[in-house]
């Protein structure tokens, strides 16, 4: 019996050196610490357990099944444990990488934002620039517009004075363009440029007439005292000419109250030639005639 119980004891402890190999190995192949211990202990009274009950067989006394069933229930909650903890980490790290492309994500959107904020604030002060310039402009123009009223308003005035100066062929071309001058420059709805067009155009007529000969069929009263059709030939603005049927000639000069004509017996000839030639009657000749310069 003493043999018997020895041997049994033996064979009881004997896979202790083996399962502690076993547990190095584990730990070779690359399980944690705390793993290998827990199962080391979990073994370790396995054994005790085993142990235990080859002393009872020797002494005589019935093995006891409980050891072994909580063993069981020791090893089925360890492994649970284990479970329980992989299954955390694994969920931690995808939980971490979540995150961790949330957290990129809000980086890459916030340097975006960062971007669009500076790009915001190149063209707020560009646009302020723009601004400035704008209304220095404006203030320019303004006082362009001013200066540019009164030259128009000085412009019309001479115009208006001079009016009676002009010869009657060409005030007749001018006439439109005379009315639509304002009465009072000062309360008009007549827009400054529309009223510089105006005076330009009016400039512009009486330019083209002040370098070219016009012939004109008017009535004048003669030195009887009778009124009669007479050929006009005006020589710019400032000198004119003219002969009646009855070779009654006359010259014509402007003054500020209108043209002033007198009588001019002795020049019907060569006023009678000078109208041929304009006409195209004669061939172009050199014709004197009395000019006065004022």
């Not at 903890?85 to 990488?97: D, L, M, T, Y």
């Not at 019309?156 to 009465?183: C, G, N, Y």
């Not at 009678?272 to 000749?285: D, F, H, R, T, Y």
């Amino acid at each position: 019996m003493k043999e018997r119980a020895e041997t049994g004891m033996n064979i009881a402890c004997a896979p202790r050196p083996a399962l502690v190999s076993t547990s190095t190995s584990c730990g070779r192949h690359g399980r944690g610490l705390l793993a290998t211990l827990a199962l080391t202990a979990v073994i370790g009274s396995v054994c005790l357990a085993a142990g235990s009950a080859g002393q009872d067989s020797r002494n005589g006394a019935p093995a006891n099944g409980a050891s072994l069933e909580e063993t069981r229930l020791r090893m089925g909650k360890w492994i649970e444990t284990q479970q329980i903890i992989s299954r955390e980490r694994k969920e931690w790290q995808q939980g971490k990488e979540i995150l961790l492309g949330r957290l990129e994500l809000i980086k890459q959107e916030a340097a975006a934002l960062q971007e669009k904020i500076a790009l915001a604030d190149s063209s707020v002060a560009e646009v302020t620039k723009k601004r400035e310039e704008l209304l220095a402009q404006k203030e320019q123009l303004a006082s362009s517009g001013e200066r540019l009223k009164a030259v128009v308003s000085g412009m019309e005035s001479e115009l208006r004075r001079m009016s009676d100066s002009i010869p009657e062929p060409t005030k007749a071309r001018v006439q439109l363009l005379f009315q639509r001058m304002p009465e009072d420059p000062a309360n008009t709805r007549v827009t400054v440029p529309e009223r510089f067009q105006n005076v330009l155009g009016i400039l512009n007529e009486l330019n083209k007439a002040n370098n070219e000969i016009n012939v004109s069929y008017e009535v004048r009263q003669l030195a009887d005292g009778k009124p009669a059709e007479v050929k006009s030939i005006y020589v710019g603005l400032g000198q004119a000419y003219y002969v009646s049927a009855r070779n009654e000639a006359g010259i014509g000069r402007p003054t500020p109250g209108g043209w002033q004509w007198e009588p001019a017996p002795t020049i019907a000839p060569q006023v009678v030639k000078a109208l041929e030639i304009v006409q195209g009657k004669q061939s172009p000749a050199f014709v004197p005639l009395p000019v006065k310069v004022q």
